[in-house]
């Protein structure tokens, strides 16, 4: 649940609005419905949801998902699973007075444990969680990704902690300009090891 959240956060936090919401609603499609972590995970999806239809000039969506995120995160404790809420909650009720407010300022980013987590500043098992989130925002096939994860965590389990496939994934997430080219490198790394097993598998 943590990773899934700080995974979540730091792609809101950097920019990825409509992203965001990935990282979570998997996890909180498994909940039970009205606990405080699926009221948390629903609300943090409907605000990413709201502030991406405001910028997208939707203003009856933005008020509509400002209204319904406030309400579910309206009776958590304000530090719930290391979240600082108050601001979320108190930046909801703005925008649903006033979705125009995003023209003139960005949304509230979100503090967890203490801090305002990025892409940059995230550890592996949550790297791991948003390179899935964007390869899907960017339009990248996720299989290769997925498969990296995959390599990176067998290679982690080793003792390989110079894992091609661990730095590759850190690039996919933290390199917005040469994200492309690293789905390129990254494509071939795991073709390459698949190969490899494929041969392995074929001696016996």
């Known amino acids: 649940m943590r990773d899934r959240i700080r995974a979540g956060v730091a792609v809101f936090n950097d920019g990825h609005y409509h992203a965001a919401h990935d990282a979570w609603e998997d996890r909180w499609l498994d909940l039970e419905s009205g606990s405080d972590d699926e009221q948390l995970l629903h609300g943090l999806i409907q605000y990413s949801g709201a502030v991406y239809h405001a910028r997208e000039g939707n ?104 894992s091609t496939f661990i730095t590759l994934l850190f690039d996919f997430v933290r390199e917005d300009e040469n994200r492309g080219i690293v789905y390129q490198r990254l494509t071939e790394h795991v073709g390459r090891r698949r190969a490899r097993e494929e041969d392995v598998t074929g001696l016996f």
Not at 68 to 85: F, M, V, W
Not at 97 to 102: G, K, W
């Open 59 to 162: 203003w009856e969506g933005a008020v509509g998902l400002a209204v319904s995120g406030g309400e579910y995160l309206a009776e958590l404790p304000p530090d719930h699973r290391d979240l600082r809420l108050a601001p979320v909650r108190s930046f909801l009720a703005r925008l649903a007075a006033d979705p125009e407010i995003l023209e003139r300022r960005g949304p509230v980013r979100i503090e967890h444990e203490g801090t305002l987590p990025t892409l940059s500043t995230l550890g592996f098992e949550p790297t791991a969680i948003a390179a899935i989130v964007l390869a899907e925002a960017f339009g990248h096939d996720e299989e290769p990704v997925d498969r990296a994860r995959t390599y990176a965590r067998q290679d982690l389990e080793a003792g390989a902690d110079d």
